[in-house]
């Protein structure tokens, strides 16, 4: 465009026509001016346009590297993530009315004598999980964590004043810190209220194999060779306060947990100040309570089916003294005596039987002695098996059966009695899944189930306050009928 204004004015000039007797040389003065504003008018625009031009580009590349980082953060796992658990369900007993269920419900359950879950689940459980993620330049990662929990066994839809909405976990993490060198590059910093990163369970029986959980700090995956590493971490809990005394008891637990291959070593030593100034009372008299315990556990984690055939397997040794004596919560219990002893083994597996039916057996035992009280004995044994055949991608009939057996000897505290006998629960739940069927950890599910329980009439004796202890809820068999979607993500 300026180049045609150029040769507008060299034509004006040069015309001999125009020059000197059409236009006046102040005419053509005028119009030169003319024509050179606006020249001057189409550069700014020109310039503007080129300014503009130049803006979007900027912000194009902008939101381009931008969306690339967010891609490159996605596929590294970083990011704000939304994680959760819940299970809702009706548990509605033969008379067409409420009854008791659980997979504590039995007296072993006191002590963590757990029974199959399936089709004996009464209760809304929810986990909701927020986490932000990021990656800074030097490579170093971050990770924030918040958890809220509520759960409870009332069936109406607002359930504010019987609600315990909790902040289970709240930590913060710091990974691959430039400044690490040796066994502790690539390590992992934390601090807050969590879950331990490697607790694990056994989710047919709702039973953890280990749960370690509390307020503190630690490092994870301290590396002393390509198959060697170890975690190190100090938790604390409380176990409220002390007659007379106006501060919780707190617990302390000190670990390390031990990886080479797929072998794992844990031990832990605990400590409660104060905690053995109280005492328990059974028949033989007063027990003093721990004030410190030990806690060891041996686990193999099987990427088989025990060496069988393709599946994956898991087994622990468990043994505790003292406050360590809960093997399973670690530290959650506060009544423990100085002299309690616990054993506990644990093993589950799973695999494909064929392309439509698929197995996971399950057995826990346990013995515990002094527990509480001197003399005291706990023992109990739980099989449990579930067994799922595919019909079609969406619809799935799931069969679960367990036995167990305890012989429980309180010696007289808590008002409990000694007894011994079995329990018996048969399970059929017809599942619906969106797809995945065959695999036994994915979720959501959609189930109605029919569940029948029965145990040795000897257990109703052992406390009046349990579920067996009901006058309701009593041996010679207990149909159960229901509804439950669990999920998780």
């Known amino acids: 465009m300026k180049l045609q204004y150029v040769a507008c004015a060299v034509a004006l000039a040069c015309s001999p026509t125009l020059h000197a007797a059409t236009v006046p040389s102040s005419d053509l003065e005028q119009r030169l001016n003319t024509l050179e504003a606006r020249l001057a008018a189409a550069e700014e625009r020109a310039a503007a346009a080129e ?207 031990n990886y080479f291959g797929k072998l794992q070593w844990m031990i832990s030593g605990l400590r409660a100040r104060d905690n053995d100034a109280k005492y328990n009372t059974g028949t033989a008299g007063t027990t003093q309570v721990a004030g410190q315990g030990f806690h060891t556990m041996l686990a193999y984690h099987g990427d088989s089916f025990f060496g069988l055939r393709e599946g994956s397997f898991k087994s622990a040794l468990l043994y505790g003294q003292g406050l360590g004596a809960e093997v399973k919560g670690l530290g959650s219990d506060g009544n423990l005596s100085e002299d309690a002893k616990t054993l506990r083994v644990a093993t589950y597996g799973t695999t494909a039987l064929s392309a439509r039916w698929n197995l996971a057996p399950v057995l826990l035992a346990q013995r515990s002695e002094d527990r509480y009280v001197k003399g005291d004995d706990y023992r109990w044994l739980t099989l449990n098996g579930r067994l799922v055949q595919e019909i079609n991608q969406n619809f799935a009939l799931a069969y679960e059966a367990s036995y167990q057996y305890m012989d429980l000897d309180p010696q007289g505290y808590n008002g409990l009695s000694a007894v011994d006998g079995n329990v018996y629960k048969l399970t059929f739940a017809p599942t619906f899944k969106a797809g995945d069927i065959a695999n036994f950890f994915s979720r959501p599910e959609l189930r109605v189930f029919a569940t029948y329980l029965n145990w040795d009439k000897a257990l109703d004796n052992y406390s009046t306050s349990d579920s067996f202890g009901e006058t309701n809820f009593e041996a010679g068999g207990q149909w159960n009928f229901g509804v439950q979607m669990e999920t998780w993500f």
């Open 51 to 257: 300014a503009k031009a130049a803006s979007a580009e900027d912000q194009s590349q902008q939101a381009s590297q931008k969306t690339a980082k967010l891609e490159a953060q996605a596929q590294a796992g970083l990011g704000i993530e939304f994680h959760g658990y819940a299970r809702s369900g009706l548990l509605i007993g033969d008379d067409g009315s409420g009854t008791e269920g659980g997979p504590y419900v039995t007296p072993a359950g006191a002590t963590g004598g757990a029974i199959g879950r399936l089709g004996n689940e009464p209760d809304t459980y929810v986990e909701v999980n927020l986490e932000k993620k990021s990656q800074l330049d030097n490579g170093a990662t971050t990770r924030y964590k918040v958890m809220l929990a509520d759960g409870q066994r009332s069936y109406n839809d607002w359930t504010g004043d019987d609600s315990s909405l909790n902040v289970r976990q709240a930590f913060a993490e710091l990974g691959q810190l430039p400044a690490f060198s040796g066994a502790a590059k690539g390590s992992t910093l934390w601090a807050g209220k969590r879950f331990d990163r490697d607790n694990f369970d056994i989710h047919w029986l709702d039973s953890d194999i280990i749960f370690l959980a509390g307020t503190g700090a630690g490092i994870y995956d301290v590396k002393w060779s390509d198959t060697a590493r170890s975690n190190f971490s100090v938790y604390g809990r409380s176990f409220g306060a002390l007659d007379n005394v106006n501060s919780d008891i707190q617990n302390y637990i000190y670990t390390a947990n």
